[in-house]
């Protein structure tokens, strides 16, 4: 078995850490997805003609 | 065609022109590259920034501890309405700290009259994905967001209530991962495979997070199977820093 360096063990803690954070904000996004959903349909129904955007972007 | 444009929008259709085709090859044509400026003049001045780009240059500041914000600049228009815009909202810029590091736009063809003939188009709806920078986040508009997503660009729809600060976060923690990721110095293949997969499953889950949104669809199911993935291979990177098993 290799044993890892202190050097690779803080690389493996570091990617361990973002996975968890990427997790953590994926969690949190469907918590708040229902009202996310709800506001943007509310917002796209309110729509008036000029409010769809017709720009070169 | 403003209005053939919306109108299509409107109902849900793709529309079937083009507005660069109209603005550039269609109004602008035979027009001397001197008038340009007067054109774009008049466009800068009737056009103003979008209120969501401030909230997500505040949210890299004070969340993210950002100093200075690097912006590149890729669009349909010419690198001289770019510039024309910028230096309109330069103290909007100069506020926030934020640094434009390159700008990517088309370019005007003309005649030997210097008269407008058509548009170079380096930049299309097509290759765009193509000039993002690596590992960057992509500000974009309802139009090419889904596209972009598509191709697995970090994109981030900042038109109107389309918005979020739960999915800017959410990027920039993807972001983040992908960094780490890379500045892995793994010991073998198994391990090097072990890494690839969690960004690949990171990104197109980041991928279809954004295509439901742009649909307003739910996504229950999507985090469900992430967390089961998530599981499995953090046990795995545990087990690797307590007795190297990967």
């Given at each position: 078995?290799?044993?890892?360096?202190?050097?690779?063990?803080?690389?493996?803690?570091?990617?361990?850490?973002?996975?968890?954070?990427?997790?953590?904000?994926?969690?949190?996004?469907?918590?708040?997805?229902?009202?996310?959903?709800?506001e943007v349909?509310?917002a796209?129904?309110?729509?008036?003609?000029?409010?769809?955007?017709?720009?070169?972007? | 065609?403003?209005?053939?444009?919306?109108?299509?929008?409107?109902?849900?259709?793709?529309?079937?022109?083009?507005?660069?085709?109209?603005?550039?090859?269609?109004?602008?044509?035979?027009?001397?590259?001197?008038?340009?400026?007067?054109?774009?003049?008049?466009?800068?001045?009737?056009?103003?920034?979008?209120?969501?780009l401030?909230?997500?240059?505040?949210?890299?500041?004070?969340?993210?501890?950002?100093?200075?914000?690097?912006?590149?600049?890729?669009s349909?228009?010419?690198?001289?309405?770019?510039?024309?815009?910028?230096?309109k909202?330069?103290?909007?810029f100069?506020?926030?700290?934020?640094?434009?590091?390159?700008?990517?736009?088309?370019?005007?063809?003309?005649?030997?009259?210097?008269?407008?003939?058509?548009?170079?188009?380096h930049?299309?709806?097509e290759n765009?994905?193509?000039?993002?920078?690596?590992?960057?986040?992509?500000?974009?508009d309802?139009?090419?967001?889904?596209?972009?997503?598509?191709?697995?660009?970090?994109?981030?729809?900042?038109?109107?209530?389309?918005?979020?600060?739960?999915i800017?976060?959410?990027?920039?923690?993807?972001?983040?991962l992908?960094?780490?990721?890379?500045?892995?110095?793994?010991?073998?293949?198994?391990?090097?495979?072990?890494?690839e997969?969690?960004?690949?499953?990171?990104?197109?889950?980041?991928?279809?997070?954004?295509?439901?949104?742009?649909?307003?669809?739910?996504?229950?199911?999507?985090?469900?199977?992430?967390?089961?993935?998530?599981?499995?291979?953090?046990?795995?990177?545990?087990?690797?820093?307590?007795?190297?098993?990967?």
């Amino acid at each position: 078995m290799n044993k890892l360096t202190a050097k690779e063990k803080a690389q493996w803690k570091k990617v361990l850490k973002s996975f968890t954070a990427f997790k953590d904000a994926l969690v949190e996004l469907g918590n708040n997805w229902p009202q996310i959903r709800k506001e943007v349909a509310e917002a796209e129904k309110n729509k008036k003609p000029d409010d769809f955007y017709a720009g070169i972007s | 065609m403003i209005k053939e444009y919306r109108a299509d929008l409107i109902n849900g259709k793709v529309p079937e022109k083009k507005p660069i085709d109209y603005f550039y090859k269609k109004s602008l044509k035979d027009i001397n590259i001197k008038s340009l400026h007067n054109v774009y003049d008049k466009i800068v001045s009737e056009t103003e920034l979008n209120p969501n780009l401030e909230k997500v240059f505040d949210y890299l500041k004070k969340e993210q501890k950002m100093d200075k914000i690097p912006l590149f600049v890729l669009s349909l228009n010419t690198n001289t309405i770019i510039e024309k815009f910028y230096q309109k909202n330069i103290d909007f810029f100069k506020k926030h700290n934020v640094e434009i590091v390159g700008i990517i736009g088309n370019q005007i063809k003309t005649d030997e009259n210097n008269n407008i003939i058509d548009i170079y188009e380096h930049v299309t709806d097509e290759n765009k994905k193509d000039y993002i920078p690596a590992q960057s986040i992509m500000l974009a508009d309802s139009r090419e967001t889904r596209s972009l997503a598509e191709k697995n660009i970090n994109v981030i729809n900042i038109q109107e209530e389309k918005f979020r600060y739960d999915i800017l976060n959410l990027s920039l923690k993807a972001h983040e991962l992908y960094i780490d990721i890379n500045g892995i110095e793994y010991k073998n293949e198994k391990q090097q495979k072990f890494l690839e997969n969690i960004k690949f499953e990171s990104i197109k889950k980041l991928k279809d997070i954004k295509t439901k949104h742009e649909d307003n669809q739910d996504i229950d199911l999507l985090i469900s199977q992430y967390l089961t993935f998530y599981e499995e291979s953090s046990r795995l990177i545990i087990e690797l820093l307590k007795k190297t098993s990967l």
